[in-house]
């Protein structure tokens, strides 16, 4: 919509604020029994059973399926501002950064066309080129719907989670680059000579001839002693319009390593001088790192040659008040404080990736961290031909280059449970790729599956105690409760580490009195209808004690996943589901914690930590 109507060469006549989202602010549609949800809804029962009835009228529309915006709207959405180029960035290359769209982005500038950017993961960045100083209009259509099938379900674009927004958030620039500038900056540490390698793209739009030096300078940041480093610089002679160079840079015997007990951090400047067709030109870019290495023995993790156990928990892109992930540090500073309070040292983002201020606030506090891209199945196949083959590998590519030099970036798959009956292959192929594009972090298919040759650690459901379909028959059910059973059976079969996939999923009651936090976007109408049903069978003032005493339950079968796992030798690690409620998907309430990361009261942090720790007693 307002493409082939030219709207933008029109001036547009509503007001927004940016960085927002349009659901925030009430702009869309009511929600109605025809909303067209982005996610599948396996049990459609709210649709014909009478037991819904009074929740399908018009205007006190409530729904079970996950967390309620008040307004929804799927299409393309159009923003505009006026602009101020400076008199000072004259001759130079002007960049719009876009931190955080849902979805897609197209953008021009007084009616010119700069081109589209499909990512679910990374800024949006387009070069404007040479602007002259004075007024333009700057006009971005966001297009929120299935702009490629990559699964409804996955959590960078689901209902069931972050819900499918529109809008544009984080931060929103315009900056002055030299025409010949540094485009990319990768950092490839080496833990036992204390070095790092450092890789240098430069971009030279001049179509000159650009000579001059490239300096590295480093320093210490945070909890790494102060080092002495000497300045590292070399010459370049760039013809064409991208040139790749690589330095190296020995920090000395008293660099101190990164991991989750001493995330010691450094901050690497990367400068170039030089001039092109007569003009100078001069840049600098700043990056954080850390000297961290992992690899594998056998069916065990090496963090810097230690052996580690990963003890994880999934987010699920799940924030009620904005929908979106949070774009600033101090909100991913209190999520992992609260899951290193709770014995955690892993977050595994599912089917999607977080901002830069997660990896930022995982750097600085020892978070290791999986990230992926999407969901491929239910509404879609992986290796198939379908769009969504090529779109993982440029999510991937665009992943790297903005968040590669993070430490605290550890894992990746390729995303959550892929389908299709070619998926296999077009993951072996994907696996073999990165590998070798990127060894700074392991890599493997999926979570959950296909275990391959080409994997580094596989991700599977196998070593848990409730089995998918199990129901009665599983170990907690069927047996007594005891202390000894393990998978030690399993993991001696496996080639390399093993991470348990999405263990627990016990569910608790819920607490009805979370229903006054949720004062944002999304609303909890399922928890309303929950409510309704008890207040009919006069049990609504039972509503506390359900909660604690299956809160209770939960906790028991919680420890008991935990410490299978922990006591069987050379485990690499599990992954929760979850330390938090999942919204969606039904109402899933799997966590010990609310979707706020909120205690429920039934347990505390120092109690989980007994039995979930670096080290417990068993």
Known sequence: AGTQQRWFERRLPDQIHLPGSLPVQGIGDPITTNTPWMGDIVDRSWFTAPKYAPYR??????VPFW??????YAGAAWYQRDIQIPKGWTGKRVVLSLERPHWETSVWVDGRFLGTNDSLSTPHEYDLGRLAPGRLTLTIRVDNR???NIGVNSHCITD???GNWNGIVGKIELRATPRVCLEDVQIYPNVVEKKIRVRVTLRNATGRRAKGKISLFVKSRKNAPALKVPPISQNFDAADREMTTELEVHLGAGAKDWDEFSPALYRLTAEIRGAAGGKTFEEKRATTFGLREISTDGTQFLINGRKTFFRGTLECCVFPKTGHPPTDVTSWRRVIRIAKAYGLNLLRFHSYCPPEAAFEAADQLGMYLQVETCWANQSTTL???RPVDQWVYRETDRILKYYGNHPSFMLMPYGNEPGGKNAAAYLARYVARYQALDPRRLWTSGSGWPQLPENQFDVTPDPRIQAWGAGLKSRIN?????????YRDYIEKRPVPVISHEIGQWCAYPDFADIPKYTGYLKPENFEIFRDFLDAHH????????????????????KEDIESALRTPAMGGFELLGLTDFPGQGTALVGVLDPFWDSKDYVTAKEFRRFCNSTVPL
């Open 146 to 148: 299935l702009i490629v």
């Open 539 to 558: 049990l609504g003032r039972q509503a506390r004690q359900f909660l604690l005493a299956s809160g209770q339950l939960q906790l028991l079968c919680y």
């Open 67 to 72: 967390l309620q915006p008040d307004t929804y």
């Open 57 to 62: 009228q018009p205007g006190r529309i409530k």
């Open 478 to 486: 069927a047996q007594s409760p005891e202390t000894k059973t393990d």
């Open 160 to 162: 069931h989670t972050q």
């Open 383 to 385: 290796g198939d031909g």
